[in-house]
């Protein structure tokens, strides 16, 4: 049950890749009046390691019928939505990017899966016990 919660937000769910914008500016201090790569470090001549965040439902939606998005299909379900305006070197060197990090998903996944699984049975451990110590600290020698 935890996988299935679990899954489609960190595994097979919806993502975006952070831009990194040029002079080490904050997104809200970039001219995004300027072309592109005036604005932007292109991830694939620069060799940037690229982070990728999810995508909630209702920007999904909205992204799903823009056509300045483009939509990439990863072989385990998941995808990335990234801006039109990267070139074809730098949408494959996100997408290889993204498909490199899946086992760190798998993994955080995981974690969260066996979390789920392990805590609730310890703390029932933990009351049961706590429940056994009290009913024999009332009982007669």
Avoid: H
């Avoid at 952070?18 to 995004?32: C, F, V």
């Avoid at 974690?111 to 609730?120: E, H, K, T």
């Amino acid at each position: 049950m935890a996988y299935v919660i679990v899954s489609p937000d960190t595994v097979r769910g919806s993502f975006q890749p952070a831009g990194k914008i040029k002079g080490g500016l904050k997104p809200w201090e970039a001219d995004y009046s300027n072309p592109f790569y005036e604005t932007m470090q292109s991830p694939s001549a620069e060799k940037l390691s690229i982070m990728f965040f999810p995508v909630d439902w209702q920007k999904k939606i909205d992204w799903e019928k823009d056509a300045t998005m483009t939509k990439v299909d990863m072989p385990d379900g998941s995808r990335i939505y990234m801006t039109a305006n990267y070139n074809e070197a730098d949408q494959s060197y996100i997408a290889k990017q993204f498909w490199d990090q899946r086992w760190g998903r798998w993994g955080y996944a995981a974690g969260l899966v066996a979390l789920w699984a392990f805590v609730p049975c310890a703390l029932l451990f933990i009351l049961g016990y706590a429940a056994l110590w009290v009913g024999r600290g009332f009982a007669r020698p």
